[in-house]
């Protein structure tokens, strides 16, 4: 096996020197093909067995742009732990990128149960995991819990190597699933004994271990993780689902993001302003207090959006945490010549768009976000009631229902004469300009 440097956004890769044509392999989870006692990636034809302990040194060390080549469809398996792969990184030396790493963060848990094994995920600013390990009798029960940084990668996890039950053995020769297997690479455990060639490295080594796999299979979602993992007997099985599941989640908030949105800033203007022509945006409102009123201009000095997009023309009520605003629905809306001809309704997704625009009003208030743009992330218990028409008034109504650091989350209704047209629970997130 050769480590052989990559640029930055490269990703992960595995490539087989050995085939014709060097095909690679991304090291994602969407081409894992099996989790039988180890994790395998393929494309075709083209394998890479058990990856996960090398996965795992590259998640640890934080390298993030990395070619793996290989002259079979497995990595040297070592002493069954990443103290090798470590070591050999470590002597290479690791070199800092120019491009930023943006890291996934969850916006909610997600649990997941297979026969004894059950995964949970819940948001966080780090990335953490608690893990039980034992086996079907309960035996060797043991629990460990531990931030994932460089310096605990060496010095809790790395070193802790493989091992297996010894009546799983004779299976596992049945099914070549440990055709390399020994005691020089792995520890067997029979009965209340425990057959290795050393002492063991930790007195808990095997919950560490299950650790490590766990750190190895997450990194196949090919970004860094931000949340706090707690595991009871997982597997490679669980371990590779809960990557899918949250890269499916992330998947939906960025894109929602994406969709709801204007980006934070302008790479480049299209055109420079004479150095002594007027500025044609409207002055931001730098306070915003209760009982204020906002007219068209003054919402414009808070917010990013525009014509067509901007969707509230007057704040009529600001009130500790509940906000108001109206927008006038009228037949000159651009949406209204596709949706729909002959028959005009305001799609109920920009009923949504009002209320996260509304609420990321009232959470700009605050004086510590001043400045800051409101990214609508989610949106949960979305109803839409009854049809918007030209000549209605939409009214917003929002409650902000908890606002945490740069995160913050409400409920929001639209009225037409008193009477609900649609609601929904949103979250968004602060952002610098």
């Known amino acids: 096996m050769k480590l052989l440097p990559a640029p930055a956004n490269y990703g992960i890769r595995f490539r087989r020197v050995d085939l014709d044509g060097k095909p690679e392999i991304e090291a994602k989870v969407e081409n894992v093909v099996d989790t039988q006692r180890s994790t395998t990636i393929g494309k075709g034809n083209v394998k890479i067995h058990t990856i996960e302990h090398l996965m795992a040194t590259f998640s640890g060390l934080g390298i993030d742009n990395i070619i793996v080549e290989l002259d079979s469809n497995e990595p040297p398996i070592g002493d069954g732990s990443a103290r090798i792969y470590t070591n050999l990184v470590e002597q290479a030396g690791i070199v800092s990128q120019a491009e930023p790493v943006k890291p996934l963060v969850l916006q909610n848990p997600i649990e997941l149960q297979t026969g004894d094994s059950l995964i949970s995920v819940f948001p966080g600013d780090k990335f953490k995991i ?4 034992a086996d079907k009798q309960g035996r060797f029960t043991q629990f ?9 990668w060496k010095k809790d996890i790395a070193n802790a190597r493989t091992f297996c039950f ?4 004779e299976y596992l020769i049945k099914n070549g699933l440990i055709k390399g297997g020994s005691l020089e690479n792995a520890i067997v455990i029979r009965e209340d004994a425990v057959l290795t060639t050393e002492p063991l490295r930790y007195p808990d080594e095997f919950v560490r271990h299950k650790i490590l796999d766990i750190i190895g299979d997450l990194a196949l979602i ?3 993780l931000n949340a706090h993992v707690v595991a009871i007997r997982p597997s490679h099985t669980i371990n590779c689902e809960l990557a899918k599941k949250i890269i499916a989640q992330v998947s939906r908030a960025e894109a929602a993001v994406q969709t709801f949105t204007p980006p934070p800033k302008q790479e480049q203007k299209r055109m420079e302003q004479p150095q002594n022509a007027q500025s044609s945006q ?11 009123v906002l007219d068209n201009i003054q919402v414009m000095g808070i917010l ?16 500790g945490n509940t906000i108001r605003a109206i927008k006038n629905v009228t037949i ?4 209204f010549q596709g949706h729909f001809p002959n028959h005009p309704i305001m799609p109920g997704v920009l009923q949504l768009e009002a209320i996260a625009q509304v609420a990321g009003i009232l959470m700009l208030r605050q004086a510590e976000n001043a400045g800051k743009l409101a990214y609508f992330m989610s949106a949960e218990n979305v109803k839409w009631r009854k049809p918007v028409r030209p000549g209605d008034t939409l009214v917003i109504d929002i409650e902000l229902l908890k606002a945490r650091g740069k ?5 929001g209704t639209c009225s037409v004469d008193g009477e609900v047209v649609s609601e929904a629970e949103v979250t968004f997130m602060l952002i610098d300009k």
């Open 407 to 411: 995160i913050g989350k409400a409920k």
């Open 282 to 292: 409207p002055p931001a409102v730098t306070k915003i207090e209760d009982g204020m």
């Open 222 to 224: 090919g970004r860094r």
């Open 304 to 319: 990013p959006h525009r014509y067509p997009f901007l969707m509230i023309d007057k704040v009529v009520r600001i009130q």
């Open 166 to 169: 010894y009546e799983e053995i």
């Open 144 to 152: 460990f819990s531990t931030e994932i940084t460089p310096e605990t």
């Open 130 to 133: 608690s893990c039980t390990s």
């Open 332 to 335: 000159n809306e651009p949406y």
